[in-house]
Structure formats: structure tokens, C-alpha cells
């Protein structure tokens, strides 16, 4: 079975900074969109930000702009989530599902259940 791999969570304190990563040897990320997703038991799936195929538009949800980015790292076949100045609140298991996707097409359209490959997640828990 086809999954993403999802590392670099942990425990950090609040205002710190963390960087994901969100890899796969099964295919070439790069001719996927792909997304990063946060769960919370009891809440709603939510996603933070994505990245359309061949290095699309990112899209960034409202709620963590400025402190949530999404890059590329094609020698890795990876994509990487940047968070600064984290807060308790983005305590989350993060996924990163993918799917493929037409270069012209933004992945902000892409609703959670049209990915295809997700991996198990990786726990960020911010606390003092």
C-alpha cells in the first residue's frame, strides 16, 4: 500500500519553531499536489496548507498565516512544513496526504477525501 511518511513532530515549547517533512519512495511528489492536514481528537480534520503539482501556488488557510509555510524538496522527494512561533492550540497529529494533480490546477480546491496517499502522521504537541 502507496503511503507518505511524515516525520519531525515532537514536543516543543510555545513560540518555538519545527520543520516536518512529508516523503515517499513510491512515486515522484512532484507531479502531486500535496497537503498538510492537522487532526485533534474530537475536532474536525483541518487543513493548514498545500502545494499545488510542479511546485504550484501554495495555498494557506487564514488561521496560520504568517507563522505555517509549505515548501518543496525535490533531491528529497519531499515536501517540508514550516512552523514558527507555535502555539498550545497547533498541538495536532499532521498529515500529509497527496494526489495527482494537473500543474494548472490549484490544490486549494482539492477537498480532503479527493487525496489519495496519506501517510500515519507525525504528533506536534507545543507545552510549556
Known amino acids: 500500500q502507496v503511503q507518505l511518511v511524515e516525520s519531525g513532530g515532537g514536543l516543543v515549547q510555545p513560540g518555538e519553531s519545527l520543520t516536518l517533512s512529508c516523503e515517499t519512495s513510491?512515486?515522484?511528489?512532484?507531479?502531486?499536489?500535496v497537503g498538510w492536514f492537522r487532526q485533534v481528537p474530537g475536532k474536525e480534520r483541518e487543513e493548514v496548507v498545500c502545494?499545488?503539482?510542479?511546485?504550484?501556488?501554495?495555498f494557506v488557510t487564514d488561521s496560520v498565516k504568517g507563522r505555517f509555510a509549505i515548501s518543496r524538496d525535490a533531491a528529497k522527494n519531499a515536501v517540508i512544513l514550516h512552523i514558527n512561533s507555535l502555539l498550545p492550540e497547533d498541538t495536532a497529529v499532521y498529515l500529509c496526504?497527496?494526489?495527482?494533480?494537473?500543474?494548472?490546477?490549484?490544490?486549494?480546491?482539492?477537498?480532503?477525501?479527493?487525496?489519495?496517499?496519506w501517510g500515519q502522521g507525525t504528533q506536534v504537541t507545543v507545552s510549556s
Open positions: 496526504p497527496s494526489v495527482y494533480r494537473h500543474p494548472s490546477l490549484s490544490c486549494s480546491g482539492i477537498r480532503g477525501s479527493e487525496f489519495r496517499f
Open positions: 513510491a512515486f515522484t511528489l512532484d507531479y502531486h499536489a
Open positions: 502545494v499545488g503539482s510542479m511546485d504550484g501556488a501554495p
